[in-house]
């Protein structure tokens, strides 16, 4: 039987290698792509993302695959979005002010406001609630300095607190966005990955 | 809530894990991928890698064992050592690495921490701070850098303040006087940096026991790194934060 295979789309930033890492652990192939086409249509896509969210939106934009995964989204695929690219989806950044995000999530990305250390850097407790497809309560590693505080029309929420709570991850249809990263996240982790490609 | 990191660390020469005292007198301590896969299996929360290599050749061999660590290793993986340029640690990210760590080339050029930070972003750009005691400095202690060889005259809690500006996203804090010892973190230290910089603050160097990680995190680490005690069987991550636990310090499970 063919190996499953996971579409990476790749934004140029550098460390892709863990997610790579992750979906090979679990017998999977990875592709990295930045075609329109193939991030529309292939069966596994991954959003990846470090860095800036002005950064991240102008590469998307460049590469011209805005559209792509709003379509991808829309249509009811699945997508797997991980940290800058649950922020990608949202409407806009407090990092970077005036620039419109992917707009696919309906909430805003904004600093963390508490006196705790910033970056957020490291495990912290998920609750996900009983309903959710593929997320599971747990201990999930994060690298973020800005966050979700709330987002709206979505199946599933799981939030996490840091100094105040925020969205740890989100489902909506085969769409699931993480804050965290999943490949990071030890064996919770990649359960949460598998269940992922089981489900799509 | 966030939990308490226990980081083991591997000094790495040649594809070999190697463990010194005060950065010297190196000996042979296992190979790194097996290591640090074993490590995580006893939850470790992250494992860091400093690349201690004098050569070209134990350099390249040091590329190869990132990539091995990483194909096994499913927590962050921080890579340092003789990082000197924003290309050194692209190619350190293409290996595997999550986060990189900078020390002597960002003293020398405090500008490769901006650099860093606005191509990687700061959750990606790290800073191993070495310093000793030194009654010549306003906090007592001094930058050393080239593996604690050469004393720079500046002021710890002044460059580490400085390098939060720059955009740094961590600090690996290591006591060069501890280094290997055994003999407990240098707290004073701890306390100086952790209260200078609002970044998460690494303590490292001198780790003997639990009730010295249980001293650092009270003094403001977010996370401590040893060595010595996991290498040599001394406790294993388990057992170590089973005790961190008990004493009501958060870990995760």
Redesign the interface.
């Known amino acids: 039987m063919a190996k499953t295979s996971v579409t990476i789309i790749a934004t140029g ?3 892709i ?2 997610m790579r ?2 979906f ?2 679990l017998g999977c192939e990875t592709v990295l792509t930045q075609e329109p086409a193939r991030v529309l249509e292939d069966s596994l896509v991954v959003l990846p993302g ?3 969210f002005g950064a991240g939106m102008e590469r998307l934009r460049v590469l011209g695959l805005e559209g792509a995964i709003r379509e991808r989204v829309t249509s009811g695929r699945s997508l797997l979005a991980v940290c800058l690219g649950l922020q990608l989806l949202c409407r806009s950044s407090e990092e970077s002010p005036g620039i419109d995000g992917l707009s696919i999530l309906d909430g805003v990305v904004e600093r963390f406001r508490t006196p ?10 998920v609750t996900a609630p009983p309903e959710a497809r593929y997320l599971r309560s747990g ?1 999930a ?5 800005f966050c979700a505080r709330s987002i709206t029309g979505v199946d599933v929420i799981a939030p996490a ?2 100094g105040h709570q925020f969205v740890a991850a989100c489902e909506r249809g085969g769409l699931l966005a993480c804050q965290f ?1 999943p ?5 919770w ?2 359960s949460l990955l598998d269940r992922w490609i089981a489900g799509a | ?5 226990i980081i083991p660390c591997l000094d790495i020469r040649g594809g070999r894990i190697v463990k010194g005292v005060q950065f010297g007198n190196i000996k042979d301590a296992g190979n790194p991928a097996e290591r640090a896969k074993l490590y ?1 299996d006893q939850g470790a ?1 992250e494992i860091v890698i400093l690349d201690i290599s004098a050569t070209d050749e134990e350099r390249r061999a040091c590329f190869s064992t990132i ?1 091995a660590v ?8 921080t890579v340092g050592g003789g990082v000197r340029t924003v290309d050194d640690a ?1 190619a350190l ?7 990189v760590a900078v020390n002597t080339a960002a003293v020398r050029n405090p500008e490769l921490i901006s650099l860093l930070a ?7 750009a790290i800073l191993a701070l070495d310093a000793r005691s030194s009654g010549l400095m306003p906090s007592g202690y001094e930058v050393v850098v080239s593996s604690g060889k050469e004393p720079t005259g500046i002021d710890a809690t002044t460059w580490a303040r400085r390098a939060g500006e720059l955009g740094i ?2 600090i690996v804090l290591t006591s060069f006087d501890r280094d290997g010892t055994g003999a407990g973190y240098d707290i004073p230290l701890l306390q100086a940096i952790s209260t200078s910089v ?4 690494i303590a490292s160097g001198g780790a003997g026991n639990v009730d010295d990680m249980v001293q650092a995190f009270e003094a403001g680490a ?2 401590v790194l040893a060595a010595s005690i996991f290498h040599y069987n001394r406790s294993t991550v388990t057992e170590v934060k089973a005790a961190l636990a008990a004493h009501g310090l958060l870990m ?2």
């Open positions: 930033v550098a460390n290698a863990s890492g992750a090979h652990r470090v860095g800036a705790e250390r910033i970056p957020q850097l490291g495990w912290n407790e201990y590693y994060f690298a973020n300095s607190t840091y990263h490949e990071l996240s030890g064996a982790g990649a | 809530m966030i939990t308490k990191r995580e929360d990539s990483r194909a096994v290793l499913s927590i962050p993986l692209r990210l293409q290996e595997g690495a999550d986060k606005e191509q990687f972003g700061s959750q990606c996203g961590e609002s970044v998460p603050v977010d996370a995760r499970p």
